[in-house]
């Protein structure tokens, strides 16, 4: 599978792109919904994608990240890599997650889809904000 650069450079899909993005956009293990979250986001983007976020929370350290989406390939990296980052995180230090943190672990997410890292990080954020009860913050 080949795509044609602007600049007339062959990308091979699979030589070109990096170990984890291809781990990430392929990865379906977390790709579920999950009943009763402690924390739960959902963020659509401009470009039509919808990635939720749920969170399972015990003493303050997230135990379980899931997602579930609608959107690309670069989405689903991006979803997959923030649950990646957040699970057995501190709820305090989730918050340090950043869209460029999600591109940096990629390596080579396409800079044209860096809203996908963005609206990945959004929706985690609701989902920490969504935290109610005390014992899981």
């Known amino acids: 599978m080949q795509h044609l650069r602007s600049s007339q450079q062959t990308f091979?899909?699979?030589?070109?792109h990096s170990r984890n993005y291809l781990e990430?956009?392929?990865?379906?293990?977390?790709?579920e919904r999950l009943q009763?979250?402690?924390?739960?986001?959902?963020?659509?983007g401009e470009c039509g994608d919808t990635i939720e976020i749920f969170l399972v929370v015990r003493a303050g350290r997230i135990q379980?990240?899931?997602f579930d989406t609608d959107g690309c390939m670069h989405t689903t990296a991006c979803a997959n890599t923030v649950a990646e980052l957040a699970a057995?995180?501190?709820?305090?230090?989730?918050?340090?997650?950043?869209?460029?943190?999600?591109?940096?672990?990629?390596?080579?997410?396409?800079?044209?889809h860096f809203h996908c890292a963005e609206l990945a990080v959004?929706?985690?954020?609701?989902?920490?904000?969504?935290?109610k009860s005390p014992a899981a913050i």
């Open 12 to 16: 091979d899909f699979w030589q070109d």
């Open 24 to 31: 990430m956009a392929f990865r379906h293990d977390r790709h």
């Open 36 to 44: 009763n979250p402690d924390g739960y986001g959902k963020r659509t």
């Open 64 to 66: 379980t990240v899931a």
């Open 88 to 112: 057995g995180r501190r709820v305090k230090t989730a918050w340090e997650i950043t869209p460029e943190a999600v591109a940096e672990f990629l390596k080579t997410l396409p800079a044209d």
């Open 122 to 131: 959004g929706a985690l954020y609701l989902a920490l904000a969504s935290l």
